[in-house]
């Protein structure tokens, strides 16, 4: 059973370019979650995909933006990219049908802005 | 608005001691309360989830406590190893499924 997987691993962009990160649930899984996490924070709450819509969405700018697809994976876009978007950007599954309960976190894109 | 924070920031640590890290929120209003584990440029690993309605949790050679009307949490590993050097992740749930985080201690076990 596979768990979160997320591609790729590694990203290298200059700024005011646009990139679009993947991310597919664990088995089982229908909603996922987007989190950011600079060097030496916590990770960041972006925004929740339920039902192919946002369900819920963290501190963050309009230039951040996703889709979920009827199979449930996700993609999350960055547009107009800027120096301190470099990070880690983390994807995590949960189940709706156990309460949206125990997030699942992939192994994350780290993306370099320069 | 929900904040956590995590003290101390860093710790070095002899093998074979035992150790607690702390965690303190300031909303009691939580869902759940989780310790994460994450090794240098990974993701996380999720090392023990405690209910609100609970107030610990074991697993191995780890325990964590929630003390929900205080807003804190600690989680104790007894007889630490070289392996367990990683970022050690604190997080709460306010019951909307996002999960707020602290910055973490990031953990050394000296052999």
């Known amino acids: 059973d596979a768990g979160v997987t997320q591609s790729p691993t590694h990203l290298i962009k200059t700024r005011g370019q646009q990139v679009t990160l993947r991310c597919s649930p664990k088995?089982?899984?229908?909603?996922v979650s987007w989190y950011q996490q600079a060097l030496g924070q916590g990770p960041q709450f972006i925004f929740q995909y339920y039902e192919e819509e946002e369900r819920q969405r963290g501190n963050f700018p309009d230039r951040f933006s996703g889709h979920q697809f009827p199979n449930y994976s996700s993609e999350l876009n960055v547009n107009a990219l800027l120096l301190g978007d470099s990070a880690l950007y983390l994807c995590?599954?949960?189940?709706?049908?156990?309460?949206?309960?125990?997030?699942?976190f992939g192994p994350g894109t780290r993306l370099l802005v320069l | 608005k929900q904040e956590v924070t995590q003290i101390p920031a860093a710790l070095s640590v002899p093998e074979g001691e035992n150790l607690v890290l702390n965690c303190s929120f300031t909303?009691?209003?939580?869902?759940?309360l989780q310790w994460f584990r994450q090794d240098p440029g990974k993701g996380l690993t999720s090392l023990l989830l405690?209910?609100?309605?609970?107030r610990e949790q074991t697993s191995g050679r780890l325990n964590a406590s929630l003390d929900k009307s205080s807003g804190r949490s600690t989680l104790y590993i007894a007889a630490s190893q070289p392996g367990d050097s990683a970022t050690y992740l604190c997080a709460v749930s306010p019951g909307d499924d996002k999960i707020i985080f602290g910055k973490g201690t990031r953990l050394h076990i000296l052999p």
């Open positions: 995590a599954s949960t189940s709706s049908r156990g309460g949206f309960q125990t997030q699942y």
């Open positions: 909303d009691s209003a939580i869902y759940n």
């Open positions: 088995s089982g899984h229908d909603t």
């Open positions: 405690i209910q609100s309605s609970q």
